[in-house]
């Protein structure tokens, strides 16, 4: 068990790559931390540094008070999962499982104990006489898991742990590392792309673009309060729908949708700044309503034609155009290009969760609701989140 | 369908059959010459009429031929392993590692092998003479360690840029200093490279005749290529063809051995299973 602190930690490759710039995260003791970002980030470049797989250019890491820049991954007591699993191909699963105990120099009694104890726990008791060839992607993902868990090491480092499994596995093995982590309670520091991972698992989720930490946070702190566009647009999925517009004085935006006046606790947020701005509205498909269903709360109003309706039986999605440009920045740039949805239509594609009462049609058009309360504003040139205090 | 499967089988059996009978037909006059008696030599006769161990006696009979034979097993088999485990280190840095001058080694590497051997004989015979090594065992190990050498990393360094490298941090990760991780995780999944290299290594050796030839002068270090040149006959006058086709067979045995012993290690996919699910 171990707290591990991270302080204006750089990582400058040979070449000359930048991939971490000034990471700073101080993880508490037995406290699951996810690590996620688009591709090429800088994720597995900072776990490889805490393992000590990969040399710290600045910075100091620290496990448990001690300043360990320079010590060799075998001598700060972590075990770390691979994406590709690495398992030995040579070692039976008990030998898979009992290598690192065996390199510390226990006893072949205590070895076998503790595998035991490991293979139950991850139901691999029946294959630990087998070569990993003639396992299941699953049960090799368990072995890599048990080979981590074995030697009860200060802390477990994840790199994309799940990600060669099918939606179905993930979904197990994802309540099994959960339920595991809880009940070892071992501080964890885990990598991945996945979305749903890392609005679970974690107690913390730590975004990275670019090498740079955008924001750290519970998930659900993060959902409600990105605090920029990028965090905005990587947390959530369906992901949030952004719309140019102007702020105008006296908090009215205008947008695609027409206009909204802000409520007066956003206002305030906004300090009072006069003058009209360019910004950038994010709407959560959730915070759109059918107008019907709402009855009069407050909030605004506009006339959606409807292309796409999915009804998900708790609740209807429905996708439409509207007229305009779509907000354009770097950061949504680069997110678009990280979920593959580099699609630039004519038009504003927007998304919205609507109750299943609701009677939407597609191309039909229907009178929606969203909820002004629950709009971002972003800066659009920044990509700062206007409305909180960072 | 399966009259189109038959002829293939049948054509795959002929190239077979005319594959093994070019390879054969020179092994097996060979062995007939070794059985045949000194009358019925240049009979002519493929098989021989009369088969007879007379010249198997005669060589073993011989002790500068039962002292060859003990030299060219120990000195190609010294000479194979310590060219596998500086081969197998050397590989793995080159696999592994980035370093300056790794680019260089790699050319001189291949510049070694491609040297004509016998444009070094005459000054490896200065050297040699000058310290002492001619006619020794370590006269000859040395040299053909040289010329091994390259071969061996250039076929281990293939097989080391197999294994993922992720089972290395694995190793890492899980408590093992470098070495171990090298020889408790690494080195066991390049095995059948490693006899593979091995057995080409150990070939190269046994078959070597132009060292074995000029850098020994008695039986002390002669290998039995060279050994067989010294053959005579019962007179002058008679060649001893027979001796040498026995002493021929004799030679190919251990190497069958040995070959037959590693090949069966050479196991394809030892690797399957480390990675990706
Ligand atoms: N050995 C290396 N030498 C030079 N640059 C490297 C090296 N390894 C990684 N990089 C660069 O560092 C950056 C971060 O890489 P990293 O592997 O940490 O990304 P990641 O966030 O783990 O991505 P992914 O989600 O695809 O695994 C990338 O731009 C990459 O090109
Ligand atoms: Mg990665």
């Known amino acids: 068990m171990a707290e591990i602190v991270l302080e204006h930690v750089v990582k400058r490759y040979p070449d000359g790559a930048l991939a971490v710039d000034d990471f700073n995260l101080d993880i508490a003791d037995g406290e699951f931390i996810i690590l996620v970002g688009p591709s090429g980030c800088g994720k597995s470049t900072t776990l490889n540094m805490v393992a000590g797989l990969e040399d710290i250019t600045a910075g100091k890491l620290i496990i448990d008070g001690q300043v360990v820049n320079d010590k060799a991954p075998k001598d700060r007591d972590i075990a770390m999962v691979f994406q590709s699993y690495a398992l030995y191909p040579h070692m039976t699963v008990r030998e898979n499982m009992g290598f690192p105990l065996r390199l510390a120099g ?71 590392i959960s339920r595991i982590q809880k009940s070892l309670g071992t501080t964890t520091l885990y990598v991945t792309h996945d979305q749903t991972e890392a609005m679970t698992l974690g107690d913390r989720v730590v975004v990275m673009r670019a090498g740079v930490v955008q924001q750290v946070g519970t998930p659900a702190h993060l959902y409600a309060h990105p605090s920029n566009l990028f965090v905005a647009g990587f947390i959530g999925s369906p992901s949030m729908n952004f719309l140019p517009g102007q702020l105008k004085g006296g908090g009215t935006v205008v947008t695609a949708l027409g206009e909204a006046q802000l409520p007066d606790r956003s206002r305030r947020a906004l300090d009072g700044a006069s003058g009209d701005r360019e ?95 629950k709009l971002h504003l972003f800066d659009a040139s920044t990509g700062k989140n206007l409305l909180e205090a960072n | 369908m399966q009259p189109a499967t038959t002829n293939r089988k049948l054509m795959w059996w002929g190239i077979n059959i005319l594959v093994l009978l070019y390879a054969f037909v020179p092994v097996f006059w060979l062995l007939s010459l070794s059985l045949k008696n000194a009358e019925t030599l ?52 080159i696999a592994r590692l980035q370093f300056p001058g790794k680019a260089a080694i790699l050319a ?129 006058f008679e060649k001893p063809t027979g001796p040498i086709a026995a002493a021929a067979i004799v030679i190919t045995i251990p190497i069958v051995l040995f070959v037959l012993v590693f090949q069966r290690r050479i196991v394809a996919g030892l690797t399957s299973g480390a990675v990706k699910g």
């Open chain 1, 279 to 373: 910004v950038i509205v994010g709407i959560r498909p959730e915070h759109f309503e059918d107008a019907s269903v709402v009855g009069d709360k407050p909030g605004a109003t506009f006339d959606a034609p409807i292309d796409i309706v999915e009804a998900m039986g708790s609740d209807v999605y429905a996708y439409f155009t509207v007229k305009g440009e779509g907000a354009s920045s770097a950061e949504l740039d680069e997110l678009a290009k990280d979920t593959g949805n580099d699609l630039h239509g004519t038009g504003l594609s927007i998304t919205a969760r609507l109750d299943a009462a609701s009677g939407v049609r597609r191309n039909s058009t229907a009178k929606l609701w969203y909820d002004t309360a």
């Open chain 2, 42 to 93: 240049n009979d002519g006769n493929y098989f021989p009429t009369h088969p007879t161990g007379a010249s198997y006696q005669a060589i073993f009979q011989n002790d500068d031929f039962v002292r060859s034979l003990i030299n060219s097993i120990g000195i190609c088999l010294i000479s194979t392993l310590v060219a596998i485990v500086i081969g197998t280190m050397c590989a793995y840095a």
């Open chain 2, 108 to 236: 001189m590497a291949l510049l070694v092998s491609m040297f004509p051997q016998i444009a070094l004989v005459t000054p490896l015979f200065k050297i040699e003479t000058a310290i002492g090594l001619f006619d020794t065992w370590p006269g000859l190990i040395i040299p053909y360690i040289t010329f091994a050498l390259p071969l061996a990393i250039y076929t281990l360094s293939a097989f080391f840029r197999e294994i993922p490298w992720d089972l290395e941090k694995a190793a890492k990760m899980d408590g093992a200093t470098p070495y171990q991780a090298f020889r408790q995780v690494i080195t066991p999944l390049a095995m059948p490279g490693v006899f593979t290299t091995a057995i080409l290594v150990f070939i190269a050796c046994w078959n070597d005749f132009l060292f074995a030839l000029s850098l020994t002068s008695t039986s002390n270090a002669r290998t039995v290529p060279a050994a067989m040149s010294y053959f005579t006959g019962a007179t002058t």
């Open chain 1, 106 to 176: 226990m006893d072949k009694q205590t070895i076998r104990q503790k595998v035991d104890e490991a293979a139950e726990l991850l139901e691999l008791t029946q294959h630990l006489d087998r070569k990993p060839a003639n396992l299941s992607g699953g049960q090799r993902q368990r072995v890599a898991m048990g080979r981590a868990i074995v030697r009860q090491p200060k802390a477990f480092l994840m790199d994309e742990p799940l990600s060669n499994l099918d939606a179905k596995l993930r979904v197990q093995m994802r309540t099994q």
